[in-house]
């Protein structure tokens, strides 16, 4: 599998960099989600967002803004199902995104906007989303930097951190 990890802060592209450099499936871009999406075809997309589905802030604002509201909307619905309106922390699920090919795996790093006060959500996040890919046969993922936003975690941890869950992921794989 081809894993984008993308963000458009030098800071945390410069930190994956030293953590993923020798990885030959990992490609790191720093530009934002709509200008990656123009120029590059993926199967999979991950929404770092919130147990409740709301992508209307940041980067899940950049997600729905580029696939519409509909994706948003079915979201919503698949965790008023599958969770009773509540997905857990650190979980993950794939659908597909609609009038696209690709899918859509959502992994939310919180319950609502909120700093991130345990960073270990992030390796969970990666970890789980990175199972959930290769459960499903995904060929290319691009994958943001979870927490790095709202969540207010550090470039260098988030680095590590989903590292760490990478690695993991490659041992069972």
Request: positive net charge.
């Amino acid at each position: 599998m081809k894993i984008y990890l993308l963000d458009n802060n030098p800071i945390i592209t410069t930190a994956w960099m030293q953590y993923f450099q020798n990885e030959k499936d990992i490609v790191i871009i720093n530009s934002d989600f709509r200008d990656f999406m123009d120029k590059h075809k993926v199967d999979c997309v991950v929404s770092p967002g919130n147990s409740k589905g709301i992508m209307m802030g940041g980067y899940d604002a950049a997600i729905t803004d580029y696939f519409g509201l509909d994706l948003t909307k079915n979201v919503q619905a698949y965790i008023q199902k599958k969770f009773k309106g509540l997905q857990p922390i650190g979980t993950a699920f794939i659908i597909n995104i609609p009038k696209s090919k690709a899918k859509l795996i959502h992994s939310p790093t919180m319950v609502s906007p909120q700093i991130i006060k345990d960073i270990k959500v992030v390796r969970d996040c990666m970890y789980s989303t990175l199972r959930v890919a290769y459960d499903n046969k995904i060929d290319s993922i691009v994958i943001p930097a979870f927490g790095g936003s709202t969540g207010r975690v550090g470039p260098y941890d988030i680095a590590k951190l989903m590292f760490e869950a990478y690695k993991e992921i490659k041992k069972e794989a």
